[in-house]
């Protein structure tokens, strides 16, 4: 998968508890992103990454924090694992196809494999 | 929520036939573009199409692109029975760091 590493790749855990996901990259990309993934949703992402330290929320932030202390790793947090944070959680990067003619370049993600979270 | 919807949810067809997906999108956008997602993958980028283009090919994928019905369809030719899979559409606007993916359409070809 492009040199992007997600762990761990399946985790059960109890209400309540807290979580970390952690994606990490080989290839030096400034962008980095997390989407989770649900049946009838398709992804949706959670919290994105534009540099070391610099982080911004996405579509479904709530309950979740992220920290990208070095370029090469992005942490998802679940301070306190709900029922509903059970999903299949995807960390991407970005590489961008230039524009053309005027029109702006384009963000084409490449996907981890994915980290399937189950909270009970 | 959303932004791309994928139709049909999905798919199932004859190894040889062409299999077609088709998206629409609410709100005006910078690209569209699909992926492919098998079973406990990750997805993979497939093609992108601008906005400002109408037609794209990429081997045995062709995808069209009409603004005016900010619709979008990805087609298949002489499908194989590795092409079963998940695809998804993704919208790119202004922001590009926001890209919204559909729920996907689950193809099944039949060997």
């Known amino acids: 998968d492009a040199g992007i590493t997600q762990s761990p790749r399946h985790k059960v855990t109890e209400t309540g508890t807290p979580v970390t996901l952690r994606c990490h990259q080989t290839e030096n990309h400034r962008y980095m992103y997390w989407y989770r993934q649900d049946p009838g949703h398709g992804l949706r992402l959670i919290h994105y990454s534009y540099g070391v330290k610099d982080t911004d929320k996405g579509e479904v932030s709530d309950g979740y924090s992220v920290s990208r202390s070095k370029t090469e790793d992005f942490l998802l947090t679940l301070e306190s694992a709900t029922s509903s944070q059970t999903s299949v959680y995807f960390c991407a990067i970005s590489e961008l196809f230039p524009g053309l003619a005027g029109y702006p370049g384009a963000n084409v993600l490449t996907f981890g494999a994915g980290s399937r979270l189950t909270v009970l | 929520s959303q932004q791309g919807e994928e139709d049909p949810q999905a798919l199932s067809i004859q190894e040889g036939e062409n299999a077609t997906m088709n998206c629409s999108y609410k709100?005006?956008?910078?690209?569209l573009q699909w992926y492919r997602q098998n079973s406990g993958r990750g997805l993979v980028h497939l093609i992108l199409i601008r906005s400002n283009e109408r037609e794209k090919h990429s081997g045995r994928l062709r995808v069209t692109l009409d603004t005016s019905k900010k619709s979008s369809s990805l087609l298949i030719t002489a499908s194989r029975a590795a092409d079963t899979a998940s695809y998804f559409c993704a919208t790119g606007s202004a922001n590009n760091n926001d890209m919204r993916f559909g729920a996907g359409t689950r193809l099944t070809v039949k060997p």
């Open positions: 709100t005006s956008i910078n690209n």
